[in-house]
């Protein structure tokens, strides 16, 4: 799994990276805030076994990201790539997670 960022309107917003097995559910159409991202993936590294589901809404916009735990694995959709699904190990989603939020806060935290 590809969980990355790319910053278009430095020095925190950029677009958003996510991609696994050919399924692109990337963000690159907003200047996203990149540490406020880094907190909701980590938010739903910690709690989506819990609850079940968890939704982000980009701001600035109605596009919403959502995650959906079932089994040991975890389904993102994103309402502006209709039909596009990804399906991850809740482990290797955790593993991705971590790395993401380790380098924005290491990069950009300052």
Known sequence: MV????LTKPPYHGGII???EGTDLSARW???PILSFAKVL???ADTIKDVGSIGYEFPGSDATLDFLYQNGD?????????GAIIHVPYVELLAAIDEFY???T???AS
């Open 74 to 82: 975890v389904t993102i959709s994103a309402s502006y790539n209709s």
């Open 3 to 6: 969980l990355d960022y790319v």
């Open 42 to 44: 980590k938010e739903v």
């Open 18 to 20: 996510i991609k696994h």
């Open 30 to 32: 907003a200047p996203i």
């Open 102 to 104: 380790r380098s924005a």
């Open 106 to 108: 290491r990069n950009l």
